[in-house]
């Protein structure tokens, strides 16, 4: 699904997502395909909390992404999509630094 | 900050923490996982405003670009892509391939139109800087797409070259398969202008803003529209509220003067 490409401008996940060191106008990206201590932002997209208030899950940054990708909107934050995406993600963030805030308590 | 590797999390002692997962090449799509995606997507999209779910039907360049994603491209896979993205391509009616490029700048800004919540009649632009850097003078360009500053100088000013930029923004497909760039004329992003006021109620990119400015202004200057009719109003409440002020003024200097001349003036006034 994330290399899954469509639409009216046949764009995938992938094709924003898929190098290093890439950026959309000066909005740096994330690429979500390494794996291991190099992954980055899946903190930001696989539904890790970064910063408490801040978490951002898929179903979420699928909100954000999908419009300026002109996709249809997403059903619902359970959609078996959004699960699948968050899996995959986490599946490839293996081994990278879990990065939450501690919970005092 | 507690920090913890998703791998002692996953399983502890098995890994290292830190070291690299070894990913087998089954998390690449072949066609019976793509068609399955396809299906799930579908499945958990709705439709919104003009985007529909056959958004989501790929035509044969994406889905065979979907499945080759990550992987290098075969030389003839590659080739009948492009062939017939090639194919595909409608040159201009009047065979005229330069357009007005003070109007392409403001194309290549705009980022608006075909989304779900985009009005289908307004211009769409092409978002150029999205990924490409262009004129020097912007400098918020990505870097997806190779620099295209001083393009017509590095590549020449030839008609063959002009014939290339205006295939490639067309259809991309058609020179590398595969590439990330969007099929902007193939997939009805951008139209040739003067095609577009057939197509589109409101015509093409930047066509339309230049009509409705000058709509705009005249609406705005009818003598009994709204905005005229509101700013009278507010230059007379000036002019009054001006001159009651002033009247104030006046009166409050002169009772200051009274008060000066009476406390220094050595002589007293009757």
């Known amino acids: 699904m994330?290399?899954?490409?469509?639409?009216?401008?046949?764009?995938?996940?992938?094709?924003?997502?898929?190098?290093?060191?890439k950026r959309i106008r000066l909005q740096d990206l994330p690429n979500l395909t390494t794996s291991g201590r190099r992954a980055e932002g899946v903190?930001?997209?696989?539904?890790?909390?970064?910063v408490a208030g801040r978490a951002a899950h898929v179903p979420v940054a699928a909100q954000r992404l999908l419009p300026p990708a002109a996709l249809p909107g997403a059903r619902c934050s359970a959609?078996?999509?959004?699960?699948?995406?968050?899996?995959?993600?986490?599946?490839?963030?293996?081994g990278a630094?879990?990065?939450?805030?501690?919970i005092k308590r | 900050m507690r920090r913890t590797t998703l791998t002692s999390i996953a399983r502890r002692g098995a890994r290292r923490p830190g070291d690299p997962v070894r990913l087998r090449d089954r998390r690449r799509p072949t066609r019976r996982s793509s068609a399955k995606a396809a299906a799930v997507l579908k499945a958990s999209f709705r439709e919104q405003g003009q985007a529909k779910l056959d958004r989501l039907d790929q035509d044969d360049t994406q889905k065979t670009c979907s499945e080759y994603a990550g992987k290098a491209l075969p030389k003839d896979v590659a080739e009948r892509i492009e062939k017939a993205n090639l194919a595909s391509i409608k040159w201009p009616a009047d065979g005229k391939l330069v357009g007005d490029w003070k109007n392409g700048?403001?194309?290549?800004?705009?980022?608006?139109?075909?989304?779900?919540?985009?009005?289908p009649k307004a211009p769409v632009g092409a978002n150029c800087y999205a990924c490409h850097?262009?004129?020097?003078?912007e400098l918020s360009y990505g870097t997806i797409g190779p620099s295209l500053y001083q393009f017509g100088k590095l590549r020449g000013y030839t008609d063959e070259m002009r014939k290339y930029a205006y295939g490639k923004i067309y259809n991309a497909d058609a020179y590398s398969a595969c590439t990330n760039m969007p099929r902007f004329g193939h997939k009805g992003i951008l139209t040739e202008a003067a095609d577009h006021g057939r197509r589109r109620a409101a015509d093409g990119p930047g066509l339309a803003r230049q009509q409705v400015e000058p709509d705009l202004q005249t609406?705005?200057?009818?003598?009994?529209?709204?905005?005229?009719?509101?700013?009278?109003?507010?230059?007379?409440?000036?002019?009054?509220?001006?001159?009651?002020?002033g009247r104030a003024l006046v009166r409050a200097a002169r009772r200051d003067f009274d008060r000066f001349r009476d406390r220094h003036s050595r002589y007293a006034y009757p």
């Open chain 2, 219 to 245: 609406w705005a200057a009818r003598p009994d529209s709204f905005v005229v009719s509101s700013l009278a109003l507010a230059v007379r409440l000036c002019t009054i509220s001006g001159l009651a002020a």
């Open chain 1, 79 to 94: 959609s078996d999509a959004s699960i699948a995406l968050t899996m995959f993600l986490a599946r490839n963030a293996n």
């Open chain 1, 43 to 50: 903190h930001d997209v696989a539904g890790l909390p970064r």
């Open chain 1, 2 to 21: 994330f290399y899954f490409r469509g639409g009216t401008h046949d764009f995938a996940c992938a094709t924003c997502h898929g190098e290093d060191a």
């Open chain 2, 105 to 119: 700048e403001r194309i290549a800004q705009e980022g608006r139109g075909m989304q779900y919540s985009d009005d």
């Open chain 2, 133 to 137: 850097q262009l004129a020097p003078q």
């Open chain 1, 97 to 102: 630094a879990f990065d939450a805030p501690a």
